[in-house]
């Protein structure tokens, strides 16, 4: 009997991209770029294809069949691209409406009837996370994560090392699985042969999620986070998550300063979502 696999992938795409729009003079956009910078959707910033094009190719090589983007009920001009314009031919996209930006488990909420039961990954729209360790999750079907290690998201990606500092450590037990996302690097480090791996938000999801999505506090910044959520769900309910570990970047476009070089990693890149 062939073991399940996960086909479904959903992608956080709701943020107000604060940092996206603060004024940077030193990161020179072109007219069309700034203009989608300005409006904060992150995701649309053209990098020679719209940025979000990358991501959905790269579900859709690691073998997702079906993609929905949580959007902002602002939002009709990603939805027209995807639905009218440019609709991808290898991955089915369709779409669940976040009311208000509270937060990433509240994000992951609003795509509870698109789950409809199935396991699903979860994703930022904001990151390019190599398709070799999204391979990794669409063949398992329990929950799971990608720990990424913060050397090689300094070296080998675009993620300065200030940055990558504000991203959890991953302190795993002795079977190799989730403990904590922690900010003691040392305690992270010795649970996982002495490298530092963090949480890019690339997550293997069930519908167990949603409960303690739902039941987690909000945070300081008034939100419901999907990394407490997690927590939560692991110290209240009982859940094991699998620990994947990868030494592969993670392209990362969070402000203006990142266009260019994120545009630069993909260049050779023939997105075909």
């Known amino acids: 009997m062939q073991a399940q696999t996960t086909t479904k992938a959903v992608i956080l795409a709701r943020g107000l991209g604060t940092r996206m729009r603060a004024p940077d003079s030193a990161a020179a956009l072109d007219t069309a770029a700034a203009a989608v910078a300005d409006s904060g959707v992150k995701a649309m910033i053209p990098v020679g294809r719209p940025f979000l094009d990358y991501v959905l190719s790269a579900l859709a090589d690691a073998g997702f069949t079906d993609a929905c983007l949580v959007i902002g009920p602002e939002h009709g001009a990603v939805r027209k691209h995807?639905?009218?314009?440019?609709?991808?031919?290898?991955?089915?996209?369709?779409?669940?409406?976040?009311?208000?930006?509270?937060?990433?488990?509240?994000?992951?909420?609003?795509?509870?009837?698109?789950?409809?039961?199935?396991?699903?990954?979860?994703?930022?729209?904001?990151?390019?996370?190599p398709a070799a360790a999204l391979a990794e999750l669409h063949r398992r079907s329990e929950l799971a994560m990608v720990a990424f290690a913060r050397d090689a998201l300094i070296e080998r990606g675009n993620v300065p090392r200030e940055r990558v500092a504000r991203f959890g450590a991953i302190e795993v037990d002795a079977a190799g699985m989730l403990r904590s996302m922690t900010s003691d690097e040392a305690r992270a480090a010795a649970s996982t042969g002495g490298r530092v791996y963090c949480s890019m938000n690339c997550?293997?999801?069930?519908?167990?999620?949603?409960?303690?999505?739902?039941?987690?506090?909000?945070?300081?910044?008034?939100?419901?986070?999907?990394?407490?959520?997690?927590?939560?769900?692991?110290?209240?309910?009982?859940?094991?998550?699998?620990?994947?570990?990868?030494?592969?970047?993670?392209?990362?476009?969070?402000?203006?300063?990142?266009?260019?070089?994120?545009?630069?990693?993909l260049r050779e890149v023939d997105p075909r979502p």
Not at 93 to 119: C, H, I, K, N, S
Not at 234 to 244: H, N, P, T
């Open 203 to 265: 997550w293997l999801l069930t519908s167990a999620i949603f409960a303690a999505c739902r039941d987690v506090p909000l945070s300081r910044r008034g939100e419901k986070e999907l990394t407490q959520a997690v927590q939560h769900a692991i110290d209240a309910l009982g859940a094991r998550f699998e620990v994947v570990f990868s030494r592969d970047p993670v392209l990362d476009l969070s402000s203006r300063a990142d266009v260019a070089r994120v545009a630069k990693f």
């Open 82 to 129: 995807y639905e009218i314009d440019a609709r991808p031919a290898r991955i089915r996209v369709r779409f669940a409406v976040q009311r208000q930006p509270l937060g990433t488990a509240d994000a992951v909420l609003a795509a509870e009837e698109f789950a409809a039961g199935d396991p699903f990954v979860v994703l930022n729209s904001d990151n390019y996370y």
